[in-house]
């Protein structure tokens, strides 16, 4: 299975890079979601003010 990131656990979430064919972001922050139901995401991915989720 590739490598797609590499990642840090942080105070509320996780923090690190990321690299795919498509992407190239250095600086992302996955945060934990208010789940209203078990389809929903897990985690929301934040670089900046942008939301990748």
Do not use: H
């Not at 990131?5 to 509320?12: A, I, L, M, P, Y």
């Not at 990321?18 to 934040?46: Q, S, Y």
């Amino acid at each position: 299975m590739a490598t797609i990131g590499t990642f840090t656990s942080s105070t509320n979430g996780f923090k690190g890079s990321v690299k795919t064919l498509n992407l190239n972001v250095k600086a992302v922050e996955f945060v934990p979601t208010e789940r209203d139901n078990d389809k929903g995401p897990d985690f929301r991915i934040f670089s900046g003010a942008t939301d990748y989720a």
